[in-house]
């Protein structure tokens, strides 16, 4: 029953519509046959009957002649044309008997049986008598009427209608009042798919554009074009009417229209106004077709309103990116944490900084990503902004595998609403900045150091002269064997040596001018060169020249170069010590504006810590009395003068090492010095010289 | 012998310049003020004058200007603690006949000094 009903459920609209109607005619026709069958079936019997019964009495008076005359010829064809009359042929037989019983005329063609005379007796004063009989063979309505002359009895007629013909004539009466019931259903059912299917054709359209939206395709059109349009009926001109040539939609389901009846609400508020409108009147439809509209109308609005969400989330989309390509471009380390102080999101340049994915940082604190001491600290740090609200900025310098780091960060405490809602960290690398800051305090330094090296230099100079000059003058006046002669010998040596060290210190101090002529940087290089070779080679350390012939003569005093290369020779061999190369290479930069030389030994090199220092008067890593400390300083003096500048870098880059085989024996890291010489005026360029590798590389 | 005026700042090194050039037989005046110094160069015509550079009041450019106006056959020597190109070159320019730098050795001296007397 159950899965009965669950079928006739599933069934399409239209199935259930015309089974529905066909139902309701079978069950009507049925019942209205039935009953017609009832009472037509009835009415037939009761007339067959009544026929049977007027034949009989009819019969009855016809024969009282005969039976008297005892005309039995005459009672013969009586009944035979009874029996045969016409063409209807439902009385089965006929036969007259006598008062006595006996037979006077019969229709049987087989014999008369005689047991049909015992049965259906008739009394004188009965009309006429009727039984049902069954013979076995057929089933009979018998009539008896007595054959009587005034009250006297001459006989009794009977005759036999058969109820199978009567029953034919019911049957065929049942027949028609099926086929008619049959026809009626049928022409039922024509007229139920015709109207069910204009219901569930549209029906079905509404669905299969229910469907399509449910699919994302909102362009769908259900409803009808109407034939004539609101401006077409209404003879509006108003082209700025959102109504006007809008052949998708009725007037009614759109705001703002400029009818003077409308109002200014929107569908269906507004519908309201519309019932009485000729435009409403004319092209509304029924239930189906409003269904249809309501529907056109919401996959309309729908479609404009997921546009505009589609439109909005482009555009929130390309915002997000950009700010993502801000930030991730940045080379500043941007953080923001929330205040649980977990991160919310950060920019690529922090994620390189830490070393560690973007997703690994996300929702982690600190403790995942420092060392715990670290996070700690920045906990703590962190915590205190948090609660008092106030900003940070600090410096902070950091030691990693590329050497010293130095960051600008600022931590900004995130206000929303009055409330503090996270901590923006935000870390500049400062580091170049502070090595410009470290060169320019080193300079500064120099500066200095120069001027009061000047100052005590040129204080010095008179006593020292005086006391120069006295000794001298007393050499003089003792002869040389003398023991007062030997002592003021030594007065006059130390006084020498002093006089050396103020000569020196006033060549650091750049006090004094130099003269600027044409030299050729490379020919200082050879003559210098040539002249300590051989005091070189006497400790196996050789002078492997690299030199570019391209490099113009330049402006400078040859002389006070010549000391420069001889110093940075003698410091190279010192460094070397016994066995080694220094390797003289001179250079153009690559914007022909000043010219490079670098000189390398294969020594044991300098601390990193040490390299700055190294420039700085009496500043020296070699043993008490090998060296005052000033040849350096007096080298950076002369460049200085010369408007160049001096640096060195230890170990030696991998394109500074000598490779000649002679160099091979015990190499050490070494250290090169690199001299840059501007080739016009008295200044460097602004632009770097890419010839000169950088510290860090 | 010659006389020879001498103009430093320092009174010590006038001394000495004079003891190592007495002893070549020389007659040296010493003074430590401009003004002294000119005054003696006007009333005593002097052979040569060793100036220094930096000086009380002037410079030793200026006294070599002002001296060489008051006796323009004067042989002038400059012994600076101080030298420098341009005062150098401004001292040739004005006449002078040798420029040497502090300390320098007696003997130094003592050969300069008759090479310029030896001029005259």
Known sequence: ?697 | MADILVLDDVLDVGMMLRRILTRKGHQVHVFSDEEPAFEYARKHPVDMAILDIKLKKMSGVEVLEELKKINPRIRVMMLTGYPTLETAKEALQLGADEYCVKPIDIDELEEKTAEILAKG
Request: aromatic share 6%; hydrophobic share 40%.
């Open chain 1, 1 to 697: 029953m159950r899965a009965a009903l669950q079928y006739l459920s599933r069934l399409s609209f239209q199935t259930k519509i015309n089974l529905g109607l066909a139902l309701i005619i079978v069950c009507f026709g049925l019942l209205l046959g039935a009953i017609n069958y009832a009472v037509s079936s009835r009415a037939v019997l009761r007339e067959a009957l009544l026929r049977g019964e007027v034949l009989s009495v009819n019969l009855s008076a016809r024969s009282a002649e005969s039976i008297l005359s005892m005309n039995f010829l005459r009672l013969t064809n009586l009944v035979t044309e009874m029996v045969d009359q016409g063409d209807r042929k439902d009385l089965v037989y006929a036969f007259i008997v006598d008062r006595h019983g006996q037979v006077m005329a019969h229709t049987f063609r087989d014999g008369f049986p005689v047991a049909l005379l015992q049965v259906n007796q008739v009394e004188d004063h009965q009309p006429f008598g009727m039984r049902f009989l069954d013979t076995g063979r057929e089933r009979l309505y018998d009539f008896a009427a007595p054959v009587m002359v005034g009250s006297t009895r001459l006989g009794t007629v009977r005759i036999a209608l058969s109820h199978s013909t009567i029953k034919t004539a019911i049957d065929r009466l049942m027949w028609i009042n099926l086929a008619a019931t049959a026809g009626a259903t049928l022409l039922a059912l024509i007229g139920s798919t015709f109207f069910a299917r204009t219901v569930t054709r549209r029906i079905n359209a509404l669905r299969h554009s229910a469907e399509q939206v449910v699919k994302s395709n909102l362009d769908v059109q259900i409803s009808p074009a109407p034939d004539r349009n609101c401006w077409e009926i209404m003879n509006c001109k108003e082209k700025r009417c959102p109504a006007h040539e809008d052949r998708l939609r009725r007037c009614w389901y759109l705001a703002g229209t400029f009818c003077p009846d409308c109002s200014a609400g929107s569908f269906p508020e507004k519908l309201d106004d519309c019932r009485n409108c000729p435009v409403y009147r004319r092209n509304s439809g029924d239930e189906i077709q409003s269904l249809a509209e309501s529907f056109d109308f919401m996959a309309l609005t729908l479609k404009n309103h997921i546009e505009e969400l589609r439109r909005s989330e482009r555009n929130l989309a390309r915002q997000k990116q950009l700010l993502n390509t801000i930030l991730d471009v940045t080379p500043d380390l941007v953080a923001l944490q929330d205040e649980e102080l977990a991160y919310l999101a950060v920019n690529k340049a922090f994620c390189r900084h830490v070393g560690r994915e973007e997703e690994e940082i996300i929702d982690g604190t600190d403790f995942d990503i420092y060392s715990d001491e670290q996070a700690d600290r920045n906990y703590h740090e962190d915590m205190q902004i948090l609660l008092t609200s106030r900003p940070l900025s600090k410096e902070i310098m950091t030691r990693g595998g590329k050497g010293k780091k130095w960051h600008h960060v600022v931590k900004v405490p995130v206000v929303e609403n009055d409330r503090i809602i996270g901590l923006l960290t935000t870390a500049r690398d400062i580091t170049v900045v502070k090595q410009y800051q470290e060169k320019l305090i080193h300079s500064q330094k120099m500066e200095d150091l120069g001027r009061l090296a000047g100052g005590v230099a040129h204080e010095i100079n008179t006593p020292l002269s005086i006391i120069l000059g006295y000794s001298q003058l007393l050499l003089k006046d003792f002869p040389a064997d003398d023991p007062v002669a030997q002592d003021i010998g030594i007065i006059e040596k130390q006084a020498q040596v002093c006089r050396k060290i103020v000569a020196d210190l006033l060549s650091f101090s750049r006090t004094t001018e130099q003269a600027a002529l044409p030299m050729d940087i490379n020919d200082s290089l050879r003559e210098v060169a040539e002249l300590v070779e051989h005091i070189f080679r006497q400790n196996r350390i050789i002078i492997n020249l690299h030199l570019d012939d391209r490099i113009p003569p330049i402006s400078g005093d040859k002389e006070r170069l010549k000391q420069v290369w001889i110093n940075l020779y003698n410091n190279a061999a010192d460094a070397i010590g016994d066995d080694g190369c220094i390797s003289v290479t001179s250079k153009l930069c690559a914007h022909r504006r000043r010219l490079v030389v670098a000189v390398a030994d294969t020594g044991g090199g300098v601390a990193e810590d040490d390299l700055d220092k190294i420039f700085e008067p009496f500043f020296t890593t070699k043993p008490v009395d090998k060296g005052t400390g000033l040849g350096l300083s007096v080298t950076f003096g002369i460049i200085k003068d010369h408007g160049g500048r001096i640096s060195a870098i230890s170990p030696v880059p991998s394109e500074y090492v000598d490779v000649s085989p002679a160099c091979s024996k015990k190499p050490g890291p070494g250290t090169v010095f690199f001299v840059e010489l501007p080739l016009e005026g008295n200044e460097l360029p602004p632009d770097e010289c890419i010839e000169i590798p950088k510290k860090e590389a």
